[in-house]
């Protein structure tokens, strides 16, 4: 069980992922067609990388082959959810799909990132969209924290930016239905909102497009341009340190009889705050750390931002108690930890572009 096959090495869990597999003596096989991040270890005697795509039949017959696969290709960018739904549901559901089969037929463990969106929005949430918003607070928090078995409120069909969610949703209920094979075992990883260095890219510098919102944060602050606050930045997530979450997917390698079969919340709730207040303590950091005065912030529709068909999350709040007791794990790292590691990166490493 030495061996681990990680497919998305290279992304931004991959590569913290992968680092600490490495020190903790395990050989990975990787897979990815991103190799930028890979630099610190590319040359590591116990890490193998194929930058190809992993969904052809040789790699996929090769990934099966190991008795340890750990999933986390994802296109996971929400400015993609109901621009490109096609190519969203095909990545998310179709490819890895292929993958769970010659899993299945192997006999290896799978462990496959699913994601904290399969929640959809709080019974707040939808109620506040409908116009009849909830009046008790003192149990808000209680009816919003969210467990494995929570129900999942998407919106409708037509509404595309649940089509990630979807098709994380369904891959999580296909491996459930798996449960007849008794050699196949999964693990399902929910995680809420990791951060850390080498998260996404800044637009213009190492990527295209949209990223997500710590990297279209840095990107403003570093451009001297207001941050925009996407429907005034109501919306609430718990971050959660990258050190802290690998060391969740160590514990699920270290109990491999708890972890069968069984999904995860990964995240801190203690770390909520919603987007705004991100863009306030993102702004004091950047004059701390740079002495110079942040730009302001700017109010925008999510439409005027992400397109027509985009709707969001309105709050993200896990209840972690099943990885603590399964796993012995739970998070350590606060917010202000994690933001002043993860700006003091984004600084360091793109200061001398702007
Ligand atoms: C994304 C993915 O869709 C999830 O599946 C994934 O689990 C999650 O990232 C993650 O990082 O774990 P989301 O939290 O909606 O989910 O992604 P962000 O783009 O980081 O957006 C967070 C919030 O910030 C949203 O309310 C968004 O509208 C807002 N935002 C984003 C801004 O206010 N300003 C920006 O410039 C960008």
Known sequence: MNKIAVIGCGGFIGVHLVER??????????WDLDDHRLAMIRNH????????DYSSAHEIDDIS????????????????????????????????????????HKGSWLIFFSTCEVYGRTLHGHAETAGV????????????????????????????????????????????????????????????????????????????????????????????????LVDGGKNRRCFTWIGDAVEAIVA???????????????????????????????????????????PGMVSVSSAEFYGAGYEDSDRRLPDVSKALRLLGWKPHTSLDITLQRTVKWFLDKYQEHS
């Open 45 to 52: 005697a116990q890490f193998h990388f194929h930058h190809t």
């Open 252 to 294: 699920i390698l270290e109990h491999p009889e708890k972890a069968r079969n069984q999904c995860f919340n990964i995240g801190n709730p203690q770390n909520e705050i919603d987007m705004r207040g991100l863009a306030e303590r993102m702004c004091v950091l950047y004059t701390q750390i740079t002495g110079k005065t942040a």
């Open 133 to 228: 918003p909830f009046t008790n607070e003192l149990q808000r928090d209680q009816i919003d924290l969210l467990r494995e078995d929570s129900p999942i409120l998407l919106g409708s069909t037509e509404a595309r930016r649940w089509s990630y969610a979807s098709a994380k949703q369904l891959l999580e209920r296909y491996l459930i239905g798996l449960a007849g094979y008794p050699n196949f075992r999964w693990t399902v990883v929910r995680p809420f909102n990791f951060l850390g260095p080498a998260m996404d890219f800044i637009p213009g510098i190492d990527g295209e497009g949209l990223p997500r919102v710590m990297a279209c944060f840095m990107h403003a602050l570093l451009n001297n341009q207001p941050l925009s």
């Open 65 to 104: 082959s190991h008795q340890i696969v750990i999933h986390l290709a994802a296109l996971c960018n929400p400015s993609l959810y109901n621009t490109q739904d096609e190519l969203v549901i095909s990545s998310n559901f179709m490819q890895p799909a292929t993958l769970v089969q010659a899993c299945v």
């Open 21 to 30: 597999l490495l020190e903790l003596g395990y050989e990975v096989d990787g």
